[in-house]
């Protein structure tokens, strides 16, 4: 089994490429500790002291530490963990509720359901795909009065370039295609 493990904007997190997909429809999971998982796998990699963070896509794994300096240390105990996991053939994950999914979003009235679907549209066509790319996930959460409320996770969430991915990359496209669009806040960031 090859795993490709490919440098995130985050210096504190990997994405580990796989072959194959181990997640089916659109589905994908994020774990901040063993207390919350629900997938054996991600269980296994928390074994590891310095993991914070796990989040599983279709076919690959981000995996975040506290210290970008461990890296030489964990990644092969990391890829030995996914790969002895994956040759089980065992499920990911134990069940599904914690999929991370963008809830259906309704507008008040017609004119802002439309600007609700055009920004959906956007986060299903460009957003996400492109930040997957990075290793991680972007879920449009809510819009109200022309700001369009988001949710990061993976590679994504903690990351130095995420306040920049934010604002010039996600803002500027959804300001420029949807002129409705005022501004895009990181609901996290505030909980």
């Known amino acids: 089994m090859f795993i490709q493990v490919a440098e995130t904007p985050n210096p504190n997190a990997l994405k580990f490429i796989l072959e194959e ?10 774990f901040t500790s ?6 054996e796998l991600a269980s296994q990699l928390f074994t590891i002291e310095s993991i914070t963070d796990v989040f599983l896509g279709a076919n ?4 975040t530490i506290k210290d970008y300096t461990k890296w030489n240390l964990l990644k092969p105990k ?7 996991f994956l040759v089980t053939g065992a499920s990911v994950i134990n069940n599904n509720t914690n999929n991370l999914s963008e809830e259906k979003i309704v507008g008040k009235n017609a004119e802002e359901q439309e600007i609700i ?3 959906t549209e956007m986060f299903e066509d460009r957003i996400r ?8 996930d972007i879920l449009f959460r809510k819009y109200l009065d022309g700001k369009v409320y988001i949710s990061m996770y993976g590679a994504c969430s903690g990351c130095p370039s995420a ?4 604002k010039n990359g996600i803002e ?3 300001k420029y295609y949807i002129p409705e669009v005022t501004e895009v806040i990181d609901i996290e960031q505030y909980d």
């Not at 997909?21 to 994020?30: F, M, Q, S, T």
């Not at 690959?60 to 995996?63: A, D, E, M, T």
């Not at 990391?78 to 002895?84: C, F, P, V």
């Not at 795909?129 to 991680?136: E, L, T």
Request: hydrophobic fraction near 45%; charge should be negative.
């Open 21 to 30: 997909r181990i997640l089916d429809g659109g589905a994908v999971y994020h």
């Open 34 to 39: 063993n207390e919350d998982c629900e997938s």
């Open 60 to 63: 690959f794994i981000s995996v």
């Open 78 to 84: 990391i890829l030995s963990i996914i790969t002895d």
């Open 117 to 119: 679907d055009r920004i």
């Open 129 to 136: 795909p492109a930040v997957a790319m990075d290793g991680g």
């Open 163 to 166: 306040g920049v991915t934010l």
């Open 172 to 174: 500027n496209m959804l």
